[in-house]
């Protein structure tokens, strides 16, 4: 938080858009890492498959060749094994990329290299014993009894050829049943049939040819049932049992083998998932985190700025301050408004000064108003008695001037100068009158007014100077 609150606002969502790109990207890198696991993990169960179905298409093959002899069988078996191999590699480096056990995968690779050893082995055996009656031992034995027959129909003897019969029977018998008690009967009849030759009185060339023959039959007999002893007389004895036993192992195995990797295929995807969860929280968790502090340290600072001035113009107190913290914009707004809430108190606290100072120049010019006022009451009353004094003058002058015939030069004299003391009386009430009526201009008013009231100082002592000639003159008269 407070690491944020040294970065501006631009900043802070660079900061946000960066973390949340970079969550993203993690994201996108664990689904893709997801699904190429689960791409893995999918052909492991293939590969795993297939070797089931490549070991059954061997077993294909494999009986192909016992039942039909097809030789075109040994070629799609070899082609099918090299097939097995091949998935089988594939599927080890899998199980070792996945750290899965081998030791499954390593056996049943042992198990199909046995099969395939005894299948050769088999083959062999089969090529020795031959793959038609005309080849290998099945053609020997044959040429050798047909040189029998042959011998023996020369001389027409019915019981050889009947008991040469019942050795061919007993062949026969052994290779459709594959019982080795047919041997034995075989050798018995053999005895027997040597026994007839010597007793049928033939001649000592033809007798010996004949039992050499006869010999040369069960030689070549005896060496086909020892080969096929070796081969096996069933599914269970000689190679053919050992390579069924190495048959049903691989089989066992090869199940095995496929169950583990659906088992590890499981528990790899439900890793990879759980991991993809995790990843998915701490970023979603880091993000919302950084979401939120910026947030924060945006929101709260504003909501300072709102309730602090809400506050101020609720109580309309400026001494109040927004509390300032960070390096923001915001912290940069606040330190102006907090200047400008402090240059407005001052200027406030100027004005109340400025105020006080007015308040103090009006309650002095209120005291000179009304001094003025007085004054001016004070001269109005004095115009009043100059006016006066002047009706009186004039109604003396006018006495005079009935009276005094002989004072005509000096009453007429005296007639102008009361003539002009009126029209500066007049004058006076005029000035008076103006002054009364610019008492708005304060200091320049009074001052004139002082001089107003030096000129009609001077009047009247103008007119107590005329009103003292007057009476000199009318005490003059009198006494004349």
Known sequence: MAVLENLTIRRRLQVNALVVGIALVVMLIMIMYEARTMLKLNETIQYAEELDIHELAMRKHE?????YKQVDSLDEFENE???????????????????????????????????????QKVVQLQKTIGLHPKDALYGELRGAVHEVETLLKEQQNYQLLSTMLQLRRA??????????????????????????????????????????????????????VRAQEALGLDLTSGALGKMKVSVEKSDAVVSEVVEQAKAEIKENVDKTQMLAIGVFVVAGI????????????????????????????????????????????ITIMTRDFNSLISDFRDLIADVNGALA???????????????????????????????????????????????????????????????????????TIEHIMQLSESLGGASSVVAQLERDGETIGSVLDVIRGIAEQTNKLTCAKRCY
């Open 63 to 67: 009986k192909n060749f016992l039942f």
């Open 81 to 119: 094994y090299r097939e097995l191999q091949t998935k089988l590699a594939l599927l080890q480096g899998t199980f070792s990329d996945f750290d899965i056990d081998l030791g499954r995968i390593n056996e049943f690779e042992r198990l199909a290299k046995s099969y395939y050893d005894d299948f």
């Open 171 to 224: 062949e026969k018998d052994f290779m459709l049943r594959f019982d080795i008690k047919y041997l034995k009967r075989f050798d018995e009849l053999v005895a027997q049939f040597s026994q007839e030759i010597r007793s049928a009185g033939f001649n000592a060339q033809y007798q010996s040819k004949l039992l050499s023959l006869l010999n040369t039959y069960q030689s070549k007999f005896a060496s086909l």
């Open 286 to 329: 880091i993000v919302m985190t950084l979401v939120l502090s910026t947030s924060r340290s945006i929101i709260q600072p504003v909501e300072r700025v709102y309730q602090t001035i809400e506050r101020i113009r609720r109580e309309n107190n400026l001494s109040l301050q927004i509390e300032q913290s960070g390096n923001d914009e």
């Open 357 to 427: 100072t007015i308040n103090e120049a009006t309650d002095h010019l209120t005291e000179t108003t009304a001094q003025t006022s007085t004054g001016m009451a004070e001269q109005l009353h004095e115009a009043d008695m100059v006016a006066t004094a002047a009706t009186e003058m004039q109604a003396t002058i006018q006495d005079i001037s009935h009276n005094t015939g002989e004072a005509a030069h000096k009453a007429e004299t005296t007639n102008e100068n009361a003539q002009q003391g009126r029209r500066e009386v007049t004058a």
